[in-house]
């Protein structure tokens, strides 16, 4: 088949590009190099071998060309992370949602049929909890004031009585609690009106927690498991926000690269958008993954810290189900196995900020 993949030369879209070419796929890859995810030394190293052109996803008459003779595409391009506060909001919004409908309306007009989309965990806000009395429930965010206490552990809205935290399955509420979170929810919804006008179709992929060689470092959008390691490397403890007992669901960028490669070659049940969630299976708190990686690196002991961003969530971990039954996604990367490469994989050069 022939794929473009919007956000080629990124993190996870030159893992996606990798697997695809070993496949045997005619790949082509677009991106814009963004300062803030790519520093300033141009393409790295490992595109060398790929199809790749410099530019935007937003040029209409770029994607004309590209799109030329393409079977599916592979939309990873977006701006990540939490963003540093609401003036940010203009960047998410126009990479994120501008970018992905100028997308779409140029495939619609190629006559492609085929999205993978790069979701994310982020769109369900809070995890899937459950009170004793009440059933599940969804928690409201924590108040400022009870995490200023340490009071960490969201709470019944109908009675404030303690949570159990459970699996979060693909057809739990969206609920996005930042801007970030906005945006891809955004694209999803754009995603989905476009399959029904056109009877095209979309596997939206919900990474989790997605950890491994090239990610970006040196960056307040990075991801935690970066951080930790860049402040490990400049022979600084970690810093864990909260207790520590946060839970997540930590995948290998190999594995989401594999079940990116399912998806472009499998059809969805039917001719709409259908989530799933691209997860280990096996959850781990934040602290656990602080000091594997400490321990991995040789370095000091993290420190707890408490406090928390205001747009962090408490516990997200993922159900795992449908990916399986639906694509015949299992991630084989063990958190263990991955931690210990991690700490002397190859990471991207520092971002411009």
């Not at 009870?146 to 960490?152: N, P, Q, S």
């Not at 207790?243 to 070659?265: C, E, I, M, S, Y």
């Not at 000091?291 to 040789?298: I, K």
């Not at 969530?313 to 931690?339: E, Y």
Request: proline content about 7%; some cysteine; aromatic content about 6%.
């Amino acid at each position: 088949m022939r794929v473009l993949i919007t956000g080629g030369a990124g993190f996870i879209g030159s893992h996606v590009a990798d697997v695809l070419v070993e496949q045997g796929h005619d790949v082509r890859l677009l991106d814009n190099l963004l300062p803030n995810a790519h520093g300033t030394a141009g393409p790295p190293s490992w595109l060398r071998t790929h199809d790749l052109t410099i530019g935007d996803v937003r040029d209409a008459d770029l994607l004309a060309r590209l799109l030329k003779g393409v079977d599916v595409v592979c939309h990873q391009a977006a701006v990540v992370g939490h963003g540093l506060d609401p003036s940010d909001a203009p960047t998410y919004a126009l990479h994120n949602d501008y970018g992905t409908a100028v997308l779409l309306a140029a495939m619609h007009a190629a006559g492609i049929g085929r999205l993978v989309l790069a979701s994310s965990m982020v769109v369900y806000g809070e995890g899937r909890y459950a009170c004793a009395e009440h059933g599940v429930v969804r928690p409201e965010a924590r108040r400022a004031e009870d995490v200023e206490r340490g009071e960490y552990e969201p709470r019944c809205p109908a009675c404030g009585a303690a949570l159990e935290s459970r699996l979060v399955p693909e057809d739990a509420p969206i609920d996005p609690r930042s801007t970030y979170a906005a945006t891809k929810a955004a694209q999803e919804f754009l995603a989905a009106a476009w399959a029904r006008q056109t009877g095209g179709d979309v596997w939206a992929l919900r990474y989790h927690n997605v950890y491994g060689p090239r990610m970006p470092r040196d960056t307040p959008y990075a991801g935690v498991a970066s951080l930790f390691r860049s402040a490990l490397k400049r022979g600084e403890a970690p810093t864990v926000l909260e207790d520590g007992n946060q839970r997540r669901d930590f995948v290998h960028v190999r594995d989401v690269a594999a079940a990116n490669a399912l998806a472009v070659t499998t059809t969805p049940p039917s001719a709409r958008l259908t989530p799933v969630n691209v997860c280990s299976g096996e959850p781990h708190t934040v602290g656990e993954l602080a000091v594997e990686l400490a321990t991995a690196c040789d370095g000091p002991a993290p420190l707890i810290v408490g406090g928390a961003r205001p747009a962090d969530v408490r516990h997200v971990v993922a159900d795992p189900a449908r990916a399986t039954r639906l694509l015949g996604f299992r991630a084989t990367t063990s958190f263990a196995d991955g931690i210990a490469a991690f700490a002397t994989d190859p990471l991207r050069e520092p971002a411009a900020v």
